[in-house]
């Protein structure tokens, strides 16, 4: 009797341990489950720019070339593209090659339930704008953009403004030109911790108001 109550005891303890781990992931059973048993369904389709794109039941927005191995993406625009099921969008992937589009201001802006953004295959060597770019994506906890070639970018101002829950943040070969505004930069990002802007060129700045307003956690900058 003993020895069975300890083994029932045993397989609770399991079953909790699997549960917390789960969700300390952002994952509930449930969902587990279903990405391990069942296959996604696309949900939506479109084209933005010279590509079309997917979203499934996962989330997964998949954006590639809509014909041969290159495409340029879309600027933002509210609706008839992926905008409308922004709230549903939680990771972002590239196939081929696709390039964004001159002026990226507002483009993955609010896209609240974003967790994760695959920059391969993403081509920012021709970008001049990307203020406001990632804007308010409250879910976004690690991005990693040092891929991005910044080059040619002359507007930044609240790129990652709002970010609130992000902490791991790689922009490490970002370079800009010199008069750059970088106002609201990192307005807001209250669980930043390190911060590495030593590519970034701050000369002849216009403004840099607020650029690290609330970033209450931010212990290390290197610039």
Known sequence: MKKRKFIIFFIILILISVSFFVIQNKENT?????KTFFKATIVATGTTGTCNWTL????LLLIE???????TMGTYSA??????????????RFNGTVYAPLNCSR????????TSFDASNFD????GNMGYMFMDCTSLISIDLSSFDTSEVSFIVA???????LTDLNISNFTTKPGTPMDNMFYNCSSLVNLNLSNVNTSNVTSM???FSGCKSLTTLTL
Request: proline share 2%; glycine share 10%.
């Open 30 to 34: 449930f969902t587990a489950i279903r």
């Open 56 to 59: 499934d039941s996962d989330g």
């Open 65 to 71: 070339p809509a014909s041969g191995t290159s495409g």
């Open 79 to 92: 609706s008839g593209s992926f905008y409308a099921y922004k709230s549903q969008i939680i990771s972002i």
């Open 107 to 114: 483009l993955f802006r609010e896209f609240k339930n974003l």
């Open 124 to 127: 920012t060597s021709n970008v």
């Open 159 to 165: 790129m990652f403004s709002g970010c609130n829950l």
């Open 209 to 211: 108001s607020s650029m």
